[in-house]
């Protein structure tokens, strides 16, 4: 089987009071580039994710997005700076002597002071947030390599068809080619006819500019080329995997033997079946950026 690069999955997991929320999607790429947006409690794991990924894609842009909700009661603490607050207290009397002013402290007003108390979350446990956040991660590349295969199958089925009617093309090609060197004899005759009348016609002389008009628009090996070509497409497009680099460097190779078959066409049926041909190869071409 073949995949798209582009393609989306999701997964919500809930264990132990959390809930963790992966959403990934992706475009086509030349090489894999993974984006993640998380929340910077989950940020230990960013190696771990990336590796976790490349048991289901190769190639691609990837964006993935994870949300974490934490239920727990008790997964913040308060604390209390004993420091800080005698440090306060000290200052205020220092005031009240300073400046004849009532000792009116009290601990209600010394708590309200700046970082006197804080609240803290307590530490993670990174192994049980792992266990969570792994099955979220499998869970939505599951779904997300399921809608890549799934567009995989309808572009392979779009690309053997456009090879078929490739495969149309070069036939008519391969037929009408031997036709030109008898039109083309024909013509010759003609017009040393009407340039000699009656005389002679030397055979082994038009023999020998046939001959070199052959050598000219003979497009035999790149026939035989393109042909092979598009067969090892088709198949590898049956056979899937990662194919998506291999057949763009097939792509180019089918373009340039199109395009020498048009530089050496001289005829107008040629030259409008090889114009036909390169924009089919162009389709091609286009499709198979989208193939992991």
Not at 4 to 13: D, N, P, V
Not at 270 to 286: A, D, P, W
Request: glycine share 4%; aromatic share 6%; net charge negative.
């Amino acid at each position: 089987m073949i995949k798209s690069m582009t393609g989306f999955g999701r997964c919500e997991m809930e264990e132990s009071n959390r809930k963790i929320t992966v959403e990934m999607k992706s475009v086509n790429h030349r090489y894999l580039d993974v984006n993640i947006k998380m929340p910077k409690k989950l940020s230990f794991f960013e190696s771990s994710i990336r590796n976790e990924l490349k048991n289901y894609v190769q190639r691609g842009k990837i964006d993935i997005f994870i949300t974490y909700e934490d239920f727990s009661e008790n997964n913040v603490c308060i604390k209390y700076n004993k420091d800080l607050a005698a440090e306060y207290l000290k200052y205020l009397r220092d005031m009240s002597e300073e400046f004849g002013l009532d000792d009116d402290i009290r601990v209600s007003t010394l708590s309200r002071y700046p970082e006197v108390f804080s609240m803290e979350e307590q530490m993670v446990d990174e192994e049980e947030i792992w266990k969570v956040l792994s099955k979220a991660i499998d869970g939505a590349a599951e779904n997300f390599v399921e809608t890549r295969i799934k567009e995989g199958k309808n572009l392979a089925e779009d690309l053997i068809a456009k090879l078929d009617n490739m495969l149309e093309h070069v036939a008519f090609i391969e037929e009408r080619s031997p036709q030109l060197m008898d039109e083309y004899r024909k013509k010759l005759e003609d017009r040393v006819k009407e340039l000699l009348g009656d005389a002679n016609i030397d055979e082994s002389r038009l023999l020998t500019e046939v001959t070199i008009f052959a050598d000219k628009v003979c497009v035999d090996e790149e026939i035989v080329r393109l042909k092979s070509h598009i067969e090892t497409t088709k198949q590898t497009l049956i056979d899937g995997g990662s194919i998506g680099r291999k057949l763009d460097f097939i792509a180019q190779e089918m373009n340039r033997e199109a395009n020498t078959i048009l530089s050496k066409a001289n005829d107008l049926d040629i030259s409008n079946r090889g114009i036909e041909l390169k924009t089919e190869i162009e389709k091609v071409r286009e499709q198979i950026q989208n193939i992991e």
